[in-house]
């Protein structure tokens, strides 16, 4: 003994009549498949020719009461199959934002329970000061200072990128930041490991750098023997002609 098929999963003409009435007949193409989702209730889907929306389809769910002959509409959605051109994830605007991005008037705040950030009377900036209260800053200096997270992940960001022991420009120079005289030390918790660059003809100038850093640009850099340019002759005497200084 076979089970009927419920009215609804062949009511596959209501189904278009009610898609074409709101999309109209030329977006709507041949009736692909009907899908029960439940007692009464079936997902017919038709083929999407709207131009720029390949692989879409249309979706019309239909449904009937028991002991009714009347199908109706439930819903009509436009559905994305494996082909079809979707947008990206959302990626919040916080996430999204680069080093760069900001353009002058651009603002970009930060949480009030930002980890980066602690009261200024929780840390100093300086080693000693690290775990006692700066008082002297209370409601004259700063809000916030760098928590130790904070500290953690600026060393660890610089520590990787352009300006590490890491990068190429490092990997082949002549010797470290930490030897350099054009390096300017910092102050508090991160002059440990960094400094800033202030050779006008290196690429890091004005760039915080680590001390294990390097460039050609080096202070005490020298070049060597093979690169210096060959010496200048030797003087001649000329005895063939008579120069004027001769006269005098």
């Known amino acids: 003994m076979t089970t009927a098929e419920p ?4 009511a596959v003409d209501a189904a278009r009549a009610a898609l074409v009435e709101q999309v109209g007949a030329k977006v709507v193409g041949e009736h692909l498949a009907a899908t029960p989702e439940g007692d009464g209730v079936v997902t017919h889907r038709f083929a999407c020719s709207e131009s720029g929306y390949p692989g879409w389809s249309w979706a019309v769910t239909v449904a009937q009461a028991p002991d009714s002959d009347r199908v109706t509409v439930d819903e009509i959605v436009m559905l994305p199959g494996e082909d079809a051109i979707i947008a990206p994830a959302w990626v919040p605007w916080r996430d999204r934002i680069q080093p760069g991005d900001l353009s002058p008037g651009d603002l970009l705040p930060t949480d009030e329970d930002d980890p980066r950030l602690v009261p200024t009377y929780l840390a100093g900036d300086t080693p000693d000061e690290w775990e006692r209260p700066v008082v002297d800053e209370l409601g004259l200096g700063r809000a916030r200072v760098l928590s130790v997270e904070g500290r953690v992940l600026a ?3 610089w520590y ?5 022991p890491d990068s190429p420009l490092a990997q082949s120079a002549p010797g470290r930041c930490v030897a350099c005289g054009f390096l300017v030390r910092l102050a508090g ?3 440990l490991d960094f400094g800033v660059c202030a050779n006008e003809f290196a690429n890091d100038d004005g760039r915080v750098v680590a001390f294990n850093h390097g460039c050609g640009a080096h202070s005490e850099a020298q070049l060597r023997k093979k690169q210096l340019p060959p010496p200048l002759p030797d003087h001649v005497f000329d005895s063939l002609s008579r120069d004027d200084y001769e006269e005098f």
């Open 7 to 10: 009215p609804s999963l062949e």
């Open 155 to 157: 060393g660890d960001r």
């Open 160 to 164: 990787d990128g352009e300006q590490g």
């Open 189 to 191: 918790p991160l002059s």
